[in-house]
T-cell receptor, first 117, second 114 residues
Framework: GAGVSQSPSNKVTEKGKDVELRCDPI?????LYWYRQSLGQGLEFLIY????????KSGLPSDRFSAERTGGSVSTLTIQRTQQEDSAVYLC???????????????FGPGTRLTVL | DQQVKQNSPSLSVQEGRISILNCDYT??????FLWYKKYPAEGPTFLIS?????DKNEDGRFTVFLNKSAKHLSLHIVPSQPGDSAVYFC?????????????FGKGTKLTVNP
């Protein structure tokens, strides 16, 4: 499969625990995004990685959230000390992000459904 | 403050008729607009896009119209098919900033009845 993959597909955790969500982008895509969708809401931007540039973290809701992208490929989103309001579907997307400023199509993974009890 | 608004949470149409999904935005810096389609338990899939230099883009049964002065765009699906039943998200980006993050609306659930 050549699409964006995410793991786990579902995660149930207890309040206060840390969780790690993984994203494998499409091979060759230099841009990687994390979004989340809370119940009844649209997708909310969290963080954006582009090549070796400093990531755009402007969407992270608190300092409990962090993300890394190792080797320009796989990314991990970490949520520390989870709260019930963190419950959402976390979606990863990747794009070619070529030189054109006309937005490259973002291809989404299936998401990780996080439930914090 | 919602920058992208889809005011209709749901829409129901008959197979073969036209579906019109609407989207309004407030940020005049947005210069690229997209529609994504989402089935349950799947990630959104790209459907069609339009740059702010255009007012119409057509791809098969799907046409997106952009009215910049009204900060409004719409997606027309004609003829509608039962397989089009999904949640449709409108999204926008301001590419001048370099970060191509998308701002999404809350979505409109389209049901096409056979």
């Amino acid at each position: 499969g050549a699409g964006v993959s995410q793991s786990p597909s579902n995660k149930v955790t207890e309040k206060g625990k840390d969780v790690e969500l993984r994203c494998d982008p499409i091979s060759g895509h230099t841009a990687l995004y994390w979004y989340r969708q809370s119940l009844g809401q649209g997708l909310e931007f969290l963080i954006y990685f582009q090549g070796n540039s400093a990531p755009d973290k402007s969407g992270l809701p608190s300092d409990r959230f962090s993300a890394e992208r190792t080797g320009g490929s796989v990314s991990t989103l970490t949520i520390q000390r989870t709260q019930q309001e963190d419950s959402a579907v976390y979606l990863c997307a990747s794009s070619l992000a070529g030189s054109s400023k006309n937005t490259d199509t973002q291809y989404f993974g299936p998401g990780t459904r996080l439930t914090v009890l | 403050d919602q920058q992208v608004k889809q005011n209709s949470p749901s829409l129901s149409v008959q197979e073969g008729r036209i579906s019109i999904l609407n989207c309004d935005y407030t940020n005049s810096m947005f210069d690229y607009f997209l529609w994504y389609k989402k089935y349950p338990a799947e990630g959104p899939t790209f459907l069609i896009s339009i740059s702010s230099i255009k007012d119409k883009n057509e791809d098969g049964r799907f046409t997106v119209f952009l009215n910049k002065s009204a900060k409004h765009l719409s997606l027309h699906i004609v003829p509608s098919q039962p397989g089009d039943s999904a949640v449709y998200f409108c999204a926008a980006s301001a590419t001048q900033g370099g970060s191509e993050k998308l701002v999404f609306g809350k979505g409109t659930k389209l049901t096409v009845n056979p």
